[in-house]
């Protein structure tokens, strides 16, 4: 634990203007990002005695090991820097409103040349007209089952749309009249987007329109005794009225506003929104955080705007935001949003009528939705923290292991051998620092000599970013083990590919002082690996010849679930009802499932490679146009240079390249098949280049493949 008063900055040093601030851990990771209207009043509050803390800021301030600024000018300037931060550093002390992307909305792609109805969650495109946010998708299908009555525009797929453009047959929705099939050309480009825009104005609230449009259309059918026809538009009225009903009408002006409503403990706040567009309720979302820095409602309002709005522009920002407190200060905020609309946005507190009346219903469910998320929580919470605390008793550490990395090997009768690395906080896992890893310092088959170099590895990385900080004096090219400094072994990242020479010796490039998250740049307080004793074993005492002796290690076998310790001749068996054991299974798991995904992305590649990729400098389109040209290897390894010369994009070196590489791997003799004695000879097209250890891979036996470990 860090005393503030060891990093304090000196009297005069900060400036009295608005900004922003960074505190940083002793890994100079960015664990808090603040704003202020005077940095020198702001961060004095943190620097007095401790005991006046509130213990959150306690904590914040005690496990930071420094504190920098950035002036701005404006507050504005101030507030939009600090979303950014927080959603690049992700800092673990401010607070994070979870399930943020996951609600669904209604998407017309108006880019395209037929617009179509779906479904869409994630960050919004350009070009797409969005409607939502929906509470569930299935509310969403609802409604546009009831108006493609009306509004018959395309929902289809890419793929359905092209094989029904293909064929000249559109699918069922075309034969029922909820599609208009512009895939068989029933209707033009143009009409067909008309239609699309009337659908998105049906559900931006212009209601009105249609339905005394199509009230009109049917009186006059009926009138021309087409009875039939009136019959149908009363249907579409009908349908169209039920869907306005899913949405009633909440405030008579034709309001366009969100509601926001706070409800918090000490602990947690629920953030609920209402969407209002057209006076009716079009969309509900909520998000739960924990209250990890002392912060008042005003304060996880501006929290929750900038979450809101803070990649939205134009009419995303509705005229008129409705919140429980406002901002200290307001104007800025205010600014802010007006700024992201390009129009002026009013935010304020409601005071009477219907919108406060409506607001009292948002805080309800704010209420509601906390009360739920602690019934399930609570359980999970004490869990977790349950299950450290018996690992960290059963292991004997001084205090609960937060950070946890699992190391697991795998591979196919010794081929493809690779490991993986994932990491548990808080019990809880961390996808975006699981790393991938190459064996690469021998051949075979050998878990614990893999486990020693992949332990060699991660850790050699985690000194050089020690030595690159000032915190380590050791050096990088002292061997280990026999072996050469941390450019042996670079760990691989997400795409399992080694890194180019000039990425920082294999450390992906990242600047020492910015407090973005770097690979293998913070320890863990306990390394687990998927093995029994010889891999603990392995796995120490990699971590002995690199001077590392405050990290613990433990195993985990699978045969018995039996928890091994280094030295020790007999291993931990916890109860099956502990959770602690539970813990370990789940990391070890996870470790097992991510190891043996990427070894099987691994062999598959091996296995669909051909000839043509041992050629240096032949890309895939060059590939195909070689395949295309010739119609198999075959044919292409009898073809003279200059026939390969004339495979446009293939110059004399290349077809010279081709030649050598082809008969360096030409067949010794020809296939035979052994059940008849007689000569295959396949003339089939090779579409990709491949060797025919595909074919024989896809008719593996299950009881082969389960031999991966």
Same mark, same amino acid.
């Given at each position: 634990?860090?005393?503030?008063?060891?990093?304090?900055?000196?009297?005069?040093?900060?400036? %009295?203007?608005?900004?922003?601030?960074?505190?940083?851990?002793?890994?100079?990771?960015?664990?808090?990002?603040?704003?202020?209207?005077?940095? $020198?009043?702001?961060? &004095?509050?943190?620097?007095?005695?401790?005991?006046?803390?509130?213990?959150?800021?306690?904590?914040?301030?005690? !496990?930071?090991?420094?504190?920098?600024?950035?002036?701005?000018? !404006?507050?504005?300037?101030?507030?939009?820097?600090?979303?950014?931060?927080?959603?690049?550093?992700?800092?673990?002390?401010?607070?994070?409103?979870?399930?943020?992307?996951?609600?669904?909305?209604?998407?017309?792609?108006?880019?395209?040349?037929?617009?179509?109805?779906?479904?869409? $969650?994630?960050?919004?495109?350009?070009?797409?007209?969005?409607?939502?946010?929906?509470?569930?998708?299935?509310?969403?299908?609802?409604?546009?089952?009831?108006?493609?009555?009306?509004?018959?525009?395309?929902?289809?797929?890419?793929?359905?749309?092209?094989?029904?453009? $293909?064929?000249?047959?559109?699918?069922?929705?075309?034969?029922?009249?909820?599609?208009?099939?512009?895939?068989?050309?029933?209707?033009?480009? #143009?009409?067909?987007?008309?239609?699309?825009?009337?659908?998105?104005?049906?559900?931006?609230?212009? !209601?009105?329109?249609?339905?005394?449009?199509?009230?009109?259309?049917?009186?006059?059918?009926?009138?021309?005794?087409?009875?039939?026809?009136?019959?149908?538009?009363?249907?579409?009225?009908?349908?169209?009225?039920?869907?306005?009903?899913?949405?009633?009408?909440?405030?008579?002006? &034709?309001?366009?506003?969100?509601?926001?409503?706070?409800?918090?403990?000490?602990?947690?706040?629920?953030?609920?929104?209402?969407?209002?567009?057209?006076?009716?309720?079009?969309?509900?979302?909520?998000?739960? !955080?924990?209250?990890?820095?002392?912060?008042?409602?005003?304060?996880?309002?501006?929290?929750?705007?900038?979450?809101?709005?803070?990649?939205?522009?134009?009419?995303?920002?509705?005229?008129?935001?409705?919140?429980?407190?406002?901002?200290?200060?307001?104007?800025?905020?205010?600014?802010?949003?007006?700024?992201?609309?390009?129009?002026?946005?009013?935010?304020?507190?409601?005071?009477?009528?219907?919108?406060?009346?409506?607001?009292?219903?948002?805080?309800?469910?704010?209420?509601?939705?906390?009360?739920?998320?602690?019934?399930?929580?609570?359980?999970?919470?004490?869990?977790?923290?349950?299950?450290?605390?018996?690992?960290?008793?059963?292991?004997?550490?001084?205090?609960?292991?937060?950070?946890?990395?699992?190391? %697991?090997?795998?591979?196919?009768?010794?081929?493809?051998?690779?490991?993986?690395?994932?990491?548990?906080?808080?019990?809880?896992?961390?996808?975006?620092?699981?790393?991938?890893?190459?064996?690469?310092?021998?051949?075979?088959?050998?878990?614990?000599?893999?486990?020693?170099?992949?332990?060699?590895?991660?850790?050699?990385?985690?000194?050089?970013?020690?030595?690159?900080?000032?915190?380590?004096?050791?050096?990088?090219?002292?061997?280990?083990?026999?072996?050469?400094?941390?450019?042996?072994?670079?760990?691989?990242?997400?795409?399992?590919?080694?890194?180019?020479?000039? #990425?920082?010796?294999?450390?992906?490039?990242?600047?020492?002082?910015?407090?973005?998250?770097?690979?293998?740049?913070?320890?863990?307080?306990?390394?687990?690996? %998927?093995?029994?004793?010889?891999?603990?074993?392995?796995?120490?005492?990699?971590?002995?010849?690199?001077?590392?002796?405050?990290?613990?290690?433990?195993?985990?076998?699978?045969?018995?679930?039996?928890?091994?310790?280094?030295?020790?001749?007999?291993?931990?068996?916890?109860?099956?009802?502990?959770?602690?054991?539970?813990?370990?299974?789940?990391?070890?798991?996870?470790?097992?499932?991510?190891?043996?995904?990427?070894?099987?992305?691994?062999?598959?590649?091996?296995?669909?490679?051909?000839?043509?990729?041992?050629?240096?400098?032949?890309?895939?389109?060059?590939?195909? &146009?070689?395949?295309?040209?010739?119609?198999?290897?075959?044919?292409?390894?009898?073809?003279?240079?200059?026939?390969?010369?004339?495979?446009?994009?293939?110059?004399?070196?290349?077809?010279?390249?081709?030649?050598?590489?082809? &008969?360096?791997?030409?067949?010794?003799?020809?296939?035979?098949?052994?059940?008849?004695? #007689?000569?295959? %000879?396949?003339?089939?097209?090779?579409?990709?280049?491949?060797?025919?250890? #595909?074919?024989?891979?896809?008719?593996?036996?299950?009881?082969? $493949?389960?031999?991966?470990?």
């Amino acid at each position: 634990m860090a005393d503030p008063s060891s990093y304090r900055p000196r009297p005069g040093e900060i400036p %009295d203007s608005p900004g922003v601030y960074r505190f940083r851990d002793e890994h100079r990771r960015v664990i808090y990002v603040g704003k202020a209207k005077s940095l $020198r009043q702001r961060l &004095a509050n943190y620097f007095q005695d401790l005991a006046n803390l509130h213990p959150r800021t306690r904590s914040m301030v005690t !496990t930071a090991a420094s504190v920098e600024w950035t002036v701005v000018s !404006t507050e504005v300037e101030a507030l939009q820097l600090e979303y950014s931060w927080i959603k690049e550093y992700d800092p673990r002390f401010n607070v994070k409103y979870r399930d943020d992307k996951s609600y669904p909305y209604l998407a017309v792609t108006m880019n395209d040349e037929f617009p179509r109805v779906q479904v869409m $969650r994630g960050h919004k495109k350009k070009g797409v007209r969005y409607f939502g946010p929906y509470a569930h998708a299935w509310a969403i299908r609802d409604t546009v089952d009831l108006l493609l009555r009306v509004f018959p525009v395309r929902t289809c797929s890419a793929g359905v749309f092209k094989n029904a453009e $293909r064929t000249g047959r559109p699918c069922l929705l075309g034969y029922i009249g909820k599609c208009s099939a512009p895939c068989v050309g029933r209707i033009s480009p #143009e009409d067909h987007y008309e239609l699309a825009e009337e659908f998105c104005d049906f559900m931006a609230g212009r !209601t009105g329109t249609y339905l005394r449009r199509l009230e009109r259309q049917m009186a006059e059918a009926s009138d021309e005794m087409e009875y039939e026809r009136a019959a149908r538009l009363r249907d579409d009225v009908g349908a169209l009225k039920k869907a306005m009903e899913k949405n009633a009408v909440v405030l008579a002006d &034709a309001t366009d506003a969100d509601l926001i409503a706070v409800a918090e403990d000490e602990l947690e706040a629920a953030v609920q929104i209402f969407h209002v567009r057209g006076g009716r309720v079009r969309g509900q979302r909520g998000w739960v !955080t924990d209250k990890v820095e002392e912060i008042t409602t005003a304060a996880l309002v501006e929290h929750a705007l900038q979450q809101l709005y803070g990649e939205e522009t134009g009419d995303a920002v509705p005229k008129e935001v409705l919140v429980p407190a406002l901002p200290d200060p307001v104007e800025p905020v205010q600014e802010w949003l007006t700024g992201r609309r390009g129009a002026n946005v009013s935010l304020r507190i409601p005071q009477r009528g219907d919108k406060k009346a409506l607001m009292e219903t948002v805080q309800r469910n704010a209420q509601q939705a906390l009360v739920l998320h602690k019934t399930k929580r609570a359980s999970d919470l004490t869990t977790r923290s349950r299950a450290l605390e018996e690992i960290a008793d059963a292991l004997g550490l001084d205090s609960a292991p937060l950070r946890i990395e699992c190391y %697991d090997i795998s591979h196919l009768q010794g081929d493809d051998v690779v490991a993986s690395m994932v990491v548990f906080e808080d019990g809880l896992q961390r996808k975006n620092e699981y790393r991938r890893f190459q064996i690469k310092g021998f051949a075979g088959q050998d878990d614990v000599r893999s486990m020693h170099e992949v332990i060699t590895r991660r850790f050699r990385r985690y000194l050089a970013e020690k030595e690159k900080s000032g915190e380590w004096a050791g050096s990088d090219d002292t061997p280990v083990n026999g072996t050469p400094g941390p450019a042996d072994g670079v760990p691989l990242g997400a795409s399992g590919v080694a890194p180019a020479s000039g #990425e920082d010796d294999g450390i992906i490039g990242l600047k020492d002082d910015d407090g973005r998250p770097r690979k293998f740049a913070y320890p863990p307080q306990l390394v687990v690996v %998927d093995g029994g004793r010889p891999q603990v074993a392995a796995a120490r005492r990699a971590l002995d010849e690199l001077g590392i002796d405050d990290i613990a290690v433990c195993g985990l076998a699978k045969r018995l679930e039996e928890v091994w310790v280094p030295g020790e001749e007999d291993p931990l068996v916890l109860p099956r009802s502990s959770e602690g054991l539970y813990l370990l299974q789940r990391v070890r798991d996870e470790a097992h499932r991510f190891a043996i995904t990427y070894q099987r992305a691994k062999r598959a590649k091996r296995l669909r490679s051909g000839p043509l990729d041992e050629v240096p400098g032949l890309g895939e389109t060059r590939k195909q &146009a070689l395949i295309k040209h010739f119609g198999s290897v075959k044919r292409l390894r009898a073809a003279t240079i200059e026939q390969i010369q004339e495979v446009p994009g293939i110059g004399r070196k290349t077809a010279e390249t081709i030649a050598v590489a082809l &008969a360096r791997s030409a067949p010794a003799a020809p296939a035979v098949n052994t059940a008849t004695g #007689e000569i295959i %000879d396949e003339e089939e097209p090779d579409t990709t280049g491949g060797s025919s250890g #595909e074919s024989v891979s896809a008719g593996l036996p299950d009881d082969r $493949r389960g031999q991966e470990t």
